[in-house]
Each structure stands twice: as C-alpha cells, then as structure tokens.
C-alpha cells in the first residue's frame, strides 16, 4: 500500500511569514516528488517538483527532499493571502507512472 | 502558454446513462491520465495512456470505463453505466516523459442523479 500523509490543517500564518508544508510517503522506492496547489472547486497546479535529495528554489518556494526519512516539505517564504490554497503533496514510484496524492494541506494567509 | 483542456467543464446525467469526458492534453506531450476527486476527498488515479494504449490503470478502473484517443489531439473517458458513487471532479493531466510532471486540465465535474 503506497501511502502519502499529509497534516490537513487548517493552517494559518500570517502575511509575510513563512509557511511550512510536510508530507511523508511510505513507498522507499518513490523517485519524484511534486507539490501542487489547488483553490477550492479547481484543478491541481503545479507548483514545484523535486527528485534529490536536498533542497530546491523557485522563487518564494523551495521544496525540501530528506528521502531516508521518506518525508519532503515545501516552504513559502513571504506568504501572501493569495497563497490560501489547499496544498496537495504527489508522489511517484519506482513502477509504474501514477501519482500519489496526499489528502492536502489546507493554508490560510491572514493579511 | 500550453495547457490541458476538458469539455464539458459540468455534466448531469441520470443513473445507469452513459457519459463521455473529453479532454485535449497539451500537443507535445505523450502520456495522458485520467483521476477523479469525490468532495472533499483526495486526487485518485484512474488510468494512464500511452502510445495509444492503457499502461496502467488503479482497482477503480473497472469494466464500466474506458479510454480513447480517437484523432491526434483528443484524449476521451467513456463510464459506460454511471453510478452515484461516480459524482465526482475528473481530471485529465498530460506530461512530456514517463517521469515527468504532470498537468492537470480544470476538470469535469459529474454530478449522477
């Protein structure tokens, strides 16, 4: 059973600060890691993805990979209200190319 | 900026009625997916498509679904007797490569009375 957990929150920060997304996997053969976000009654979109170990940067965000601990994290720095989505945490295998989702991490900004 | 596309973006049908989902994933891309998201629960794998035919599909994907690329551009969900349980969002995402990311398209959401 390829599982993917993810705290559902609510969390709320307020604007400006950081936020701090988590998210284990079960599966030790997962291979990609990708971190989506959704507003309510929309499709996922893409936000990062990260496939070493280690830490990624894409502007505001940085997506965390520790793969020993099968756990990766996304940070947004300088949270903004517009950042108040639902945050679904996807990963894949080493067989087969479905996604797995986490059940998502709902965030609220406070401006 | 290339995206997915899905028609319709709301379908209402009646139980045991078949339904048709159609979805245009961006051009370049070679592997094609189907999830589905009830309320208020997680995204779930359906089926994935390549090189025109199946390469995977979940326990959900049973014998009342089917998939299709009937010309160069589309890419169609058939659930051929709609259940209640199948109210749900479905999405269509696409990617370049086998591991690559994938790009969800805005959804249908099906709504079975």
């Known amino acids: 059973q390829k599982e993917v957990e993810q705290n559902s929150g609510p969390l709320s920060v307020p604007e400006g600060a950081i936020a701090s997304l988590n998210c284990t996997y079960s599966?030790?053969?997962?291979?990609?890691f990708f971190w989506y976000r959704q507003y309510s009654g929309k499709s996922p979109e893409l936000i990062m993805f990260?496939?070493?170990?280690g830490d990624k940067e894409d502007g505001r965000f940085t997506a965390q990979l520790n793969k020993a601990s099968q756990y990766v994290s996304l940070l947004i720095r300088d949270s903004q209200p517009s950042d108040s989505a639902t945050y679904l945490c996807?990963?894949?295998?080493?067989?087969?190319?479905?996604?797995?989702f986490g059940t998502g991490t709902s965030l609220t900004v406070i401006p | 900026e290339p995206e997915v596309t899905q028609t319709p973006s709301h379908q209402v049908t009646q139980m045991g009625q078949e339904v048709i989902l159609r979805c245009v994933p961006i051009?370049?891309?070679?592997?094609f997916y189907w999830y589905r998201q009830i309320l208020g629960q997680k995204v779930e794998f359906l089926v994935s498509?390549?090189?025109?035919?199946?390469?995977?599909k979940s326990e959900i994907f049973d014998d009342q679904f089917s998939v299709e690329r009937p010309d160069g551009s589309n890419f169609t969900l058939k659930i051929r007797s709609t259940k209640l349980e199948d109210s749900a969002m479905y999405f269509c995402?696409?990617?370049?490569?086998?591991?690559?990311?994938?790009?969800f398209g805005p959804g249908t959401r099906l709504t079975v009375t």
């Open positions: 995402a696409s990617s370049d490569y086998l591991a690559g990311e994938q790009y």
């Open positions: 599966d030790r053969g997962s291979q990609s």
């Open positions: 990260i496939y070493s170990n």
């Open positions: 996807a990963v894949k295998t080493n067989t087969g190319n479905q996604f797995y």
């Open positions: 051009s370049n891309h070679l592997y």
């Open positions: 498509f390549y090189n025109n035919e199946i390469s995977e």
